[in-house]
């Protein structure tokens, strides 16, 4: 179930996130709350309060199968939750870009334009805006090429030209750099970082411990579909956490 945000007392006046990791007073852009959502058997989500503020940078982390992307997913209102709900702000841009982005056997400007056609852009300003947002990720020279024949790292940053395109407010990215090269991550972390600067809220799942602590101010730490810590990211590398966190962050210790 979803619902505008408003300031409620009962919904979101009650701080879904610790004091120490709200950046702001200012009302979410969106919120879960008590979260769940179930897949057949699988309780994939229990129970998730999080709400994301404008500007925030938020990083989901744990273990394969701990919840990450079903978490992203139900917060886009991709996965109908089984109990609980979903609140955003009126009128919010959202976009995400997929773990494994899917293109279509189009050019890179027409994945782009298709991604405008289906938000509703009028035709006179798709190829304007496909064009500006593939220069924005460095893909003006690549605007024709297939698609699908662009290398991973490039098909990476057609998506987030895609998402860029629609000018989100708020920005989902499930695993953005998995199965890149370090120069290919690298120039999408270079992005986000941009994307961030530039006022977009980012909420991202990452396994990548230093681009967390690189790109992250806020993270959230899933374990077995339950959040178990929201802190700053200061806060996550210097503890103390929940055992849990403290044994996954020593399992990963090679990140250092
Ligand atoms: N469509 C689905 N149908 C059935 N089970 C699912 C589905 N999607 C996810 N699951 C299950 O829900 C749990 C959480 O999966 P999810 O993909 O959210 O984890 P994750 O933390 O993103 O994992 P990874 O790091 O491997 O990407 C897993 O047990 C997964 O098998």
């Known amino acids: 179930m979803s619902a505008a945000l408003k300031p409620s007392p009962q919904g979101l006046g009650a701080p879904a996130v610790p004091a120490e990791a709200a950046p702001s007073a200012a009302l979410p852009q969106l919120a879960l709350h008590q979260a769940s959502v179930?897949?057949?058997?699988?309780?994939?989500?229990?129970?998730?309060?999080?709400?994301v503020r404008g500007g925030e940078r938020v990083a989901l982390v744990g273990a394969n199968g701990s919840g990450k992307s079903t978490l992203l997913r139900a917060l886009h209102g991709l996965v109908p939750l089984s109990e609980g709900r979903r609140e955003v702000a009126p009128g919010l841009r959202l976009a995400m870009v997929f773990q494994r982005?899917?293109?279509?056997?189009?050019?890179?400007?027409?994945?782009?334009?298709?991604?405008?056609?289906?938000?509703?852009?009028?035709?006179?300003?798709?190829?304007?805006?496909?064009?500006?947002?593939?220069?924005?990720?460095?893909?003006?020279?690549?605007?024709?090429?297939?698609?699908?024949?662009l290398s991973g790292g490039q098909q990476q940053r057609l998506a987030l030209a895609r998402a860029w395109a629609l000018r989100p407010q708020l920005l989902l990215l499930d695993e953005p750099t998995a199965s890149l090269d370090p120069t290919a991550k690298r120039e999408v972390e270079e992005l986000i970082e941009e994307f961030a600067a530039a006022g977009i809220t980012v909420?991202?799942?990452?396994?990548?411990?230093?681009?967390?602590?690189?790109?992250?101010?806020?993270?959230?730490?899933?374990?077995?579909?339950?959040?178990?810590?929201?802190?700053?990211?200061?806060?996550?590398?210097?503890?103390?956490?929940?055992?849990?966190?403290?044994?996954?962050?020593?399992?990963?210790?090679p990140w250092h």
């Open 38 to 51: 179930r897949f057949g058997r699988k309780l994939a989500l229990q129970q998730v309060d999080l709400a």
């Open 101 to 149: 982005p899917f293109m279509l056997r189009l050019s890179a400007r027409a994945n782009v334009e298709l991604a405008l056609f289906l938000a509703g852009v009028p035709r006179a300003e798709r190829r304007d805006r496909a064009e500006a947002a593939l220069k924005r990720v460095g893909l003006a020279d690549e605007a024709r090429r297939n698609g699908r024949v």
């Open 203 to 253: 909420v991202m799942s990452s396994h990548n411990l230093g681009q967390v602590k690189r790109l992250a101010r806020r993270v959230v730490y899933l374990e077995q579909g339950r959040m178990l810590c929201d802190v700053t990211t200061d806060h996550f590398f210097q503890g103390p956490l929940p055992r849990e966190a403290e044994l996954f962050l020593k399992g990963e210790l």
